[in-house]
């Protein structure tokens, strides 16, 4: 274990938020021998404790604090009080996700220069390419012993899988396979190979899958440089009259405020939590909030297009056994302005336990119409959508000052509304895994609409000028020098692949910066 | 049944000994409801027994299972037989009656209900009672079993010798 940084250590590097990116960034940083102080709201939870139960695991991990939402989204209107999906745990939502690992493509780190100007749409390039991002996208893949890199064979493939593929193939589709996954096809890393317990999005009780909870963090901390406080709600990040970062306020599991000084700041609460942080740290020298010279502060939320397809067959798919997520189609995943949007999107499999179905198959159903497509359920196969977003101003994360936490602090509003481009990629990606599961004999297919987001991004983005986002390439706030951000809020465009690879990607290159600025007595 | 549990089952014997009033496939008595066939019944701690049978009526319509007993029904809204809520339903209740010409239960057609609960699905009532049947129906244990949902199989050793990729059919 870490030992304990004193409050007053105004050396220490502090973290908020111990998820993808803070989690890999405390320890990248404890292996340099660069003492962290890592605040996590939530509390600590190992494979022990996990559950192979939907609604008590969502109970035990997920972030319940009150938000609230607006705008023409579905999910406002069927999970008002509940836009996004995200851990409240040591580990973040490392514990909940599924473990697909993909890099960025070239061309979509370049989304205005590709697409050009979208209208409605606030596109940018980002400041960093594909070729400076490889040799991290490198080490990251051997972090999370990523399946199909480094001679890591496949996962096989489970009876949803084998479904989805007979139908991509009979459609042509030629990039179809179980996946890049960040779950063990056979034992890495102390960590044993997956059971095919289908509990993915419940944290892995095998510890097959990847997670900061139970790899990074106590790695970090049997360096001894790095502590980890969980249960540790940081309130507001504080600063000198010259405008420099002296430390956070936080409040302990009791209530108990708390400051910690700090050489360095780095927020990593999501793309939710983040924003909000910044916004409720605002002080006479910066009354729009911290790091917001640019206005963009919670600004350009993305949330990938998403929806999903099911299908019912006239014989038993099954598909809750086996690896919730391990199938994808990537054919789509493109730039080909022709089929009426910019941008792409993957296909990947997705399965759901009785109790979710009921929940996120239809939100608001009711009837027979609704009750026949569950009672095939045994028989059902599923697949989700995934593809990249316009980031639009509005659509943003800002304080809620009608409703505090029980901390009296403002929460966070998510106000979000399709892009016409967002609603085009749907409908097409739609009809596309409608017209899979047809050419695998489907007898009935459903559109699900989307999820409250899993896929949080772009409210802190990377901008080449200070004027048009709030970080540097490194995550660094363009206004304050001694401020970064770490996860995915700061991604200038979402492109059309699960984000995490890329946070972790962004977290172990900003872990060498950091390291560097202090050597150059830069911080 | 735990204790200070509002809902008692009675005995069969003590049921049949008391007299019965039919409303649609359930039984109404004298401050009960229970199966026709007496294989399950409840005794209504708070709201008139008509309401409670009504209000099974209710949640099956919204959400039909042909192949799934009352009785899980009535475990999704016994919640509802509180003092708590006894205004609410009593009241929702008696606007389903209304529009329906009187009695919801009367109607003997399943399309005929739905087409009253068409009219209220935007209530607050309606939406209360549907919205908790998501996690007060389908999070039930048997529940899963009928839908042949597996559920925990960490203590199975999950599926990796297990099916996960028996299909046979494709
Ligand atoms: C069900 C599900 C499946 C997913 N599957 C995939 C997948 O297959 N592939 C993929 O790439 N991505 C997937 N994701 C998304 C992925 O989990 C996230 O993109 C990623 O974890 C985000 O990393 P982050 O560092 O931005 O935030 P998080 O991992 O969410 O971490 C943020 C942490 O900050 C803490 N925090 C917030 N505010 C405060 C505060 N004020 N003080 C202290 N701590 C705070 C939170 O409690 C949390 O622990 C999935 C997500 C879900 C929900
Ligand atoms: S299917 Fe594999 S990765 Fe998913 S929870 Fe089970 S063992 Fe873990």
């Known amino acids: ?523 | 049944m735990k204790k200070g549990n509002a809902y008692l089952l009675m005995s069969r014997r003590e049921l049949l000994t008391r007299s019965l009033v039919i409303g649609g496939s359930l039984v109404i008595g004298a401050g009960f409801v229970s199966a026709p066939d007496a294989a399950w019944a409840m005794e209504a701690q708070h709201l008139k027994p008509k309401t409670l049978a009504t209000l099974i009526q209710l949640a099956r319509d919204i959400y039909p299972h042909d192949q799934i007993g009352d009785e899980f029904y009535v475990n999704a809204i016994k919640g509802y037989d509180s003092k708590d809520h006894v205004e609410a339903i009593e009241a929702g209740i008696e606007d389903l009656n209304k529009k329906a010409g009187g009695d919801y239960l009367g109607l003997g057609w399943e399309d005929q209900r739905v087409a009253v609960l068409r009219q209220v699905e935007d209530t607050a009532f309606f939406q209360m009672i549907r919205g908790g049947l998501v996690t007060g129906l389908y999070n039930q244990k048997p529940v899963w079993a009928i839908f042949g949902y597996e559920g925990e199989s960490f203590s199975k050793g999950g599926y990796i010798n297990r099916g996960f990729n028996d299909i046979n059919w494709l």
């Open chain 1, 1 to 523: 274990m870490g030992a304990p940084f004193d409050l007053n250590d105004d050396s220490v590097v502090v973290i908020i938020g111990t998820g993808a990116g803070g989690g890999v960034l405390a320890n990248e940083l404890a292996q340099k021998g660069i003492s962290v102080v890592a605040l996590e709201a939530g509390g600590r939870y190992l494979p022990e404790d996990y559950t192979n139960d939907e609604w008590d695991s969502f109970g035990q991990l997920a972030w319940t604090e009150p938000r609230s939402t607006s705008g023409d989204w579905r999910v406002a209107k069927d999970f008002s009080g509940l836009p996004a999906w995200i851990v409240k745990a040591v580990g973040g939502t490392t514990v909940h996700w599924a473990g697909a690992s993909l890099r960025i493509q070239e061309h979509e780190f370049k989304a205005l220069t590709t697409y050009g100007e979208v209208e409605g749409a606030n596109l940018l390039d980002w400041p960093i390419t594909l070729a400076e991002l490889e040799p991290y996208y490198e080490k990251a893949e051997k972090k999370l012993g990523v399946t199909r890199t480094n001679g890591i064979p496949g996962l096989p493939g489970s009876n949803n899988y084998k479904v989805f593929e007979a139908g991509a193939k009979k459609l042509g589709y030629k990039h179809v396979h179980t996946g890049r996954m960040a779950i063990n096809s056979q034992d890495y890393d102390d960590r044993t190979a997956c059971q095919q317990t289908g509990f993915c999005f419940q944290g892995c009780k095998w510890g097959a899958k990847w997670s900061s909870a139970y790899t990074d963090i106590p790695r970090g901390e049997a360096t001894g440089n790095l502590e980890v406080r969980d249960h540790c709600h940081v309130a507001k990040i504080e600063h000198d009259k010259t405008g420099k970062i002296t430390g956070v306020v936080y409040f302990d599991k009791d209530g108990k405020s708390w400051r910690q000084k700090a050489r360095v700041v780095c927020v990593a609460g999501n793309s939710i939590e983040s924003p909000r942080m910044l916004l409720n740290s605002s002080s006479n020298l910066f009354p729009d909030g911290l790091a917001n010279s640019s206005g963009m502060v919670g600004k350009n939320y993305m949330r990938h297009m998403t929806g999903s397809v099911y299908a019912v067959f006239d014989k038993p798919v099954k598909m809750w056994r086996g690896t919730t997520m391990a199938g994808i189609i990537s054919d789509e995943s493109r730039f080909d302005a022709s089929r009426g949007f910019v941008g792409g999107y993957e296909m990947e499999t997705l399965s759901l336990g009785l109790p979710f179905m009921a929940a996120f198959l239809d939100p608001g159903g009711w009837g027979r119409n609704f009750t026949s497509a569950l009672d095939g359920y045994e028989n059902m196969a599923g697949m989700w959508l995934v593809g990249e977003d316009m980031p639009q101003e509005d659509n943003r994360i800002t304080l809620n000052t009608d409703l505090k936490d029980k901390w009296g602090l403002p929460v966070a509003n998510v106000n979000f509304s399709d892009h016409p481009n967002d609603i085009a990629m749907r409908n097409h990606a739609y009809k596309q895994g409608q017209a899979i599961y047809d050419a695998a004999g489907a007898t009935r297919t459903f559109p699900t609409p989307p999820y409250p987001s899993t896929h949080n991004l772009g409210t802190n983005r990377m901008s080449e000028k200070p004027r048009d986002g709030v970080v540097n390439k490194w995550g660094r706030s363009h206004d304050i020098k001694n401020l970064y951000v770490s996860d995915g809020s700061q991604f200038t465009t979402g492109a059309s692949e699960n984000p995490t690879l890329t946070i972790i990607s962004l977290a172990i290159r900003q872990a060498d910066h950091i390291a560097e600025e202090l050597g150059k007595g830069n911080l």
